[in-house]
């Protein structure tokens, strides 16, 4: 079954999914795809081993440690692809960046397929566990801050705390419609 809990960090409230066992998911309010694998009226329940788990993680990260993800018992919902890109994710070490195309790449190399880094888009976008699967050190390969479903602000607010030199970074413009 299913439960849900609420926590106030530096980055305003996130909530949490998972069950008495596994964390399922980690959401920044106003996220995109927020709860996505949520069915509705789910219980709330504070007091789940997983949920302490990522509480003590997430202190020690925004206290600025790199603490393990490995620490913590993750079973994200997705598709076999989301669940490659979200391994890989997992790879990227605390304070550095990766791009979408390297992704691609490394998919490529796994599979032995040519990868798109759009199709490596749409998986990190659709991370359900924010943070601890680390999608907001996946920069574009002209060196910009895009696709963050938590917002770009965010991104570069968690890319900064983890001292990632933001100096050659770009945000880009607000599409046009």
Same mark, same amino acid.
Request: charge should be neutral.
């Given at each position: ?7 106030? #960090?530096?980055? #305003?409230?996130?909530?949490? *999914? #998972? ?21 509705? &009226? ?11 788990? *990522?509480?003590?993680?997430?202190? &020690? ?20 692809? !989301? ?21 691609? $790449?490394?998919?490529?190399? !796994?599979?032995? %397929?040519?990868? *798109? +880094?759009? *199709?490596?888009? #749409?998986?990190?976008? %659709? ?9 907001? %050190? ?17 991104? @570069? ?7 990632? &030199?933001?100096?050659?970074? +770009?945000?880009?413009?607000? $599409? @046009? %419609?």
């Amino acid at each position: 079954m299913l439960y849900t809990t609420t926590l106030t #960090g530096p980055l #305003g409230p996130v909530m949490l *999914a #998972g069950t008495e066992t596994h964390l399922t998911g980690l959401w920044l309010e106003g996220q995109m795809h927020f709860a996505a694998h949520l069915p509705p &009226d789910v219980p709330k329940r504070a007091d789940l081993p997983p949920f302490e788990l *990522a509480r003590h993680w997430l202190e &020690d990260y925004f206290a600025g440690h790199a603490p393990d993800p490995a620490a913590l018992p993750l079973a994200p919902q997705g598709s076999e692809f !989301q669940k490659q890109v979200w391994a890989l994710l997992l790879a990227i070490p605390y304070g550095q960046t990766t791009t979408y195309g390297a992704l691609a $790449r490394a998919i490529s190399a !796994q599979t032995g %397929r040519p990868m *798109a +880094s759009q *199709a490596v888009g #749409g998986a990190v976008g %659709r991370n359900p566990i924010s943070i601890i699967i680390p999608c907001h %050190r996946v920069v574009g390969t002209n060196g910009s801050l895009t696709g963050y479903a938590g917002g770009l602000d965010k991104k @570069r607010w968690l890319l900064a705390h983890e001292g990632v &030199d933001l100096t050659n970074f +770009s945000t880009p413009e607000p $599409r @046009r %419609r």
